[in-house]
Structure formats: C-alpha cells, structure tokens
C-alpha cells in the first residue's frame, strides 16, 4: 500500500475531479493525504455574500472539514497563503514549506496538477511549477521514499465544455486511468455538496457530471503504454 499526497492550490480542487479517485484509493488501502495552499478566499463568490477574504477563507474552510470527513482523508492541511496571489510569491517561499511538510509525511506519491493546470488558472501553474521543482530537489537529494511525481489531468476524450475553457492532455502523455464505479462517483458528488457556498459555480462548470468518467493522470519522467489501472502500479 501506499502513501499519498495530493497538493492544490485552493480547497475545492481536491473535489472539482480527483475525487472519486481520492476515494478508490482509500477504499484500495492506501493512505491519502491533502495538503492546500490557501483557503480560497478571493473567490468572486464572496462579494454576493457580502463577505471579506478573510471571512470567505474562514468559510471555505469549514466546508473543506466537510470533505475531510465525507472522502475519509488519512489527513488534511490547509495553509493561508495568498490566494490568487501564488505568482506574486518568490517560489522559495513556497517550496521551502513544502519541502519541509513532504519530509515529515514521507510520502510514497506526490499528486498535483498536470503543467497546463486544467483551467489554467496562475495558481494552478504556480503549483505544479513548485511540486515539480520540489520533487526533483529531494529525489536529486536522496528522498527516496519518493517514488512517484503523479499529475492530475483531462484525457483527450474528457468533456471540457463548462463555464471554464478546460485543458487537456494528449493521449500520449497519459500514463494511468482510473475506472471509476458508482460508489467512487457517488462521494465525488457528496464532496462536491460540502461546498454549499460554491453551488452556482459547481452547477455553471456542470462538474457533477464529470464524477463517473475515467480519471486520468500523467507519471512525471515514466512512460505507460498501455496505461496503469492504479495510481500505484509499478511501485
């Protein structure tokens, strides 16, 4: 079995796809750690409920606690760095505190997103920028116990229509697809409803609909063909 972590930017991240998978992997086992960089909240929903960022995180917060508790997560982290505002750091200062987390957990998986970010969003690329970085270093360094740089992604056949203009990647950059059964898609939609004040959004980019497709990851610096059935596989 073994140990991962996943690391997003914003709470709702963990939920906006991974999810199902999130819980395959638990219900297969493993230990299934979040770690989230900010509390998201610079989030435009916050104005319709008259609340300032610092309000809108704490709120964010609370429903992330939810999801905690509705996927079973091994353990969850939630930082207080800028949100919307990542690319405005120096990367250092983001990758020193990772750094540092990653060799107390001693994971077996690093989890984030694929280089295009999804949906682009600068945070998104700041993170996968940063998680690469870090990977390296301490693999270069001798972090053994890392054995796999695992990226989030869209395959190819993943429908990218919403209210965002999603990225994907080719199916050749694809290394692992999860099957996805309805149980595992089922708390997909339950961890999506622990985000009460994000329900607009959720129904606009029409997510929920995603929860039962395959999810797809790319394996930084490996080469599946065919493509793993686990995030694990080879290990």
């Known amino acids: 079995m073994a140990r991962i972590l996943y ?17 395959q992997q638990l219900n297969h086992g493993n230990e299934v750690y979040l770690l989230t960089l900010t509390k998201g909240g610079a989030t435009k929903a916050r104005h319709e409920l008259g609340l300032t960022v610092n309000q809108m995180g704490d709120v964010r917060h609370k429903e992330m606690l939810a999801v905690e508790k ?9 930082w207080d760095m800028p949100d919307s505002g990542l690319k405005d750091l120096c990367p250092m200062d ?40 870090v990977y390296c ?5 001798g972090a053994d116990y ?16 919403g209210h965002f203009t999603l990225k994907a990647s080719k199916a050749e950059d694809i290394d692992c697809v999860l099957q996805i059964a309805d149980n595992e898609a089922q708390a997909g939609l339950d961890a999506l409803a622990c985000y009460k004040t994000y329900q607009e959004v959720i129904d606009k980019t029409g997510v929920a609909k ?3 497709d395959n999810i797809s990851f790319e394996f930084f610096g490996e080469d ?3 493509p793993a059935s686990r995030i694990d596989e080879g290990l």
């Open 146 to 161: 890392l054995k796999r740089l695992a990226l989030y992604t869209l395959g190819p056949d993943d429908d990218t229509e």
């Open 7 to 23: 690391i997003f930017p914003h709470p709702d991240d963990e939920s906006f796809g991974p999810a199902p998978a999130i819980k």
């Open 210 to 212: 995603r929860v039962h």
């Open 224 to 226: 599946f063909n065919p």
């Open 94 to 133: 983001i990758e020193e505190p990772i750094r540092h987390f990653i060799e107390d957990l001693k994971p077996d998986i690093l989890v984030t997103y694929a280089v295009h970010g999804i949906s682009g969003f600068f945070d998104h690329l700041v993170t996968h920028a940063v998680v690469k970085s």
């Open 70 to 78: 509705t996927l079973g997560l091994s353990g969850m982290t939630v």
């Open 137 to 141: 270093e301490m693999r270069k360094n």
